[in-house]
């Protein structure tokens, strides 16, 4: 009991004490070759759902690795209900954007077709296994979904009634993301691809009665800058 | 006058109507042969100064670029007082701190070697194109200045009486940067390296009195994900 953690992984399997989970492909492979670990040595599991436990090798071999439940470390917490809603961007950039919403605690991630997208084609597998490996390295106890490129017109038509939408424009004159956001119940952020929306979109997502408009400064910001400052801003204001 | 303009460069010539402005070396190559601009064809410059210039090219040949400076496009703002120190961390992620911290406006880079800091050497000169590179991008009229790395011990001492600086710790206990960076006056934020402060580089920290304590929330973050937010944040404390 007395080892030190070697590694933090995401399972889908249910985590209770007394039971074994068995890791094959990807994470076998991580656990045997590249951290060298073998029977005895303990690593930490979650799964979303129930927290994160305990689990120490059992076995391992070429049929991958099979680990005993000891202890639960810390119980499961309420999931983030903050959405980011995002233009894509180009490869480097858009990783950012999951990497960091991921740490930043965002519950779900939606890759939204602009017009002036220039990436039309979303690897959301992808961009799922960047997202859960971002949630093992920050200690996150779930990973955020990524949901299935859509395009805007979709997203706006089948948007939740009760969801707030903070669109982030490159507009002054809009109130600032920290003063509208305060306030509680259900939210998501609305950011748009490098060169803006197009003024026929912004009047589309204008019209939805659950759109606030809000400015993230006087700075123009690239996209994936202005993703990351957006999440910091309104965690700290909903104290996420 | 109608000709699109077709970059943006800082400089450091003086910048005023009817002046010129001679380029050389990287700046006249990547006019020459990156954007293959011509004589006739306008750019924007900017020094920190005199606000942004738009530039007609008078001759591009081989000895460099000569611009003739027409009207001013925007006079120059304020200059951010915004310091943001940090622990360096690894190419790659060190130059997405002084991306980000150029466009959310900070008006002072400081790195700042500790002991828990893996990188021991700084290259301030490639971090000071990195600024002046995304200050062209996104906008700003200055470029922040990348201060030579100093040791913690080194920034501590010479702190400037009347700046505040914000320590942005690991710890749930303290009040938000939010809450705690309400107000006016020069100040700064402080970022530790990947692992933390040492428990005797926090209590050296803690003795300084322009020293407050803050949290920046219940998550661990990366440090240049700290560094993002906790700027992002504070400028929208702000309102800079």
Redesign the interface.
């Known amino acids: 009991m007395t080892d030190t953690i070697k590694a933090r992984l995401h399972v889908t399997d249910a985590l209770s004490a007394g039971g074994s989970v068995m890791l094959a492909d990807d994470q076998a492979h991580y656990l045997r070759h590249v951290l060298r670990l073998e029977a005895g040595q303990a690593v930490a599991l979650f799964n979303g759902r129930d927290g994160e436990w305990r689990a120490v090798i059992a076995e391992a071999g070429k049929k991958g690795v099979r680990l005993n439940l000891e202890t639960q470390l810390r119980p499961q917490q309420p999931v983030s209900d903050v959405w980011l809603c995002f233009a894509p961007i180009k490869q480097g950039r858009i990783e950012?954007i999951v990497e960091?919403a991921t740490?930043?605690?965002a519950g779900r991630l939606l890759p939204v077709i602009t017009r002036r997208t220039q990436m039309q084609k979303v690897n959301t597998e992808r961009l799922a296994a960047h997202a859960r490996e971002a949630a093992e390295?920050?200690?996150?106890l779930d990973v955020p979904e990524v949901a299935p490129a859509v395009t805007l017109e979709k997203l706006l038509q089948d948007w939740p009634q009760g969801r707030k939408l903070f669109l982030c424009a490159e507009r002054n004159d809009a109130p600032?993301?920290?003063a509208a956001a305060k306030g509680e119940g259900p939210c998501a952020l609305l950011i748009g691809p490098e060169g803006g929306f197009a003024p026929e979109e912004l009047t589309q997502i204008m019209a939805l009665s659950q759109v606030v408009t809000v400015s993230?400064?006087?700075?123009?910001?690239?996209a994936e800058?202005a993703a990351?400052?957006?999440l910091?801003?309104l965690?700290?204001?909903r104290?996420?």
């Not at 390295?137 to 996150?140: D, F, G, L, W």
């Not at 993230?216 to 690239?222: F, K, T, W």
Request: charge should be positive; aromatic fraction near 0%.
């Open positions: 950012m960091k740490e930043l605690g390295q920050c200690e996150r600032s993301l920290l993230l400064g006087p700075r123009i910001l690239r800058t990351i400052a957006a910091a801003i965690q700290s204001v104290q996420n």
